[in-house]
């Protein structure tokens, strides 16, 4: 269906995995693919790449996040080219705390880094699709898919509007306070302060 609408208008897709992961997935030609989070885009007459030096400096980053965090069973370490991700999903309750230090150490010691915490909330939308829950106290994903199936579009486009615009809401707000705790001392705070 996508190859067939990419040959009425121009379509992109943009996903927070490596562009090459995504063309590789994805599989259809003539289409413009925005992989890690629109840092790197290629399409037909379309290439751009953001920052010099980045890739670089995360392939570092992430080379400490798997020596120190191999140790710890289940802590998973993954380089996009442009963000390093270390996956705890499968690591024990009682490790988690080692894992969320050691990212944290390891972000200090990259000052053009951070830790970034806006996927929490597709990780809750995908958690509730999986579980299955529904009923008077079920959330947006419960809202999506019951909206497709009904094909009530309206509906549907309100809570990925809503979704859409609370992961901007998280996004901001982590960012502010992100600023409000480092701006005084982080190095790559009071860079941008000068």
Known sequence: MLARLAGRLPVAVLSGRG???????????????????????????VRWEMGEG????????????????????????EDKRFAATAHYRLVAEEEVPAVERVVREVAAGHPGLKVAGGLSLIGAVVAEIAAGSAGAGSGLAYRIMESQFRLNIPRLCAALALLAATGVIIFLALSALSHLLLRRWHESALKQER
């Open 54 to 77: 980045i890739p670089e400096e995360v392939a570092r980053a992430a080379g400490e996040l798997r020596a120190r965090l191999g140790r710890i069973a289940g802590a998973l370490v």
């Open 19 to 45: 562009r090459e992961d995504v063309e590789k997935l994805m599989g259809i030609d003539g289409i413009v693919y925005a992989g890690s989070h629109g840092f790197d885009i290629a399409g037909p007459g």
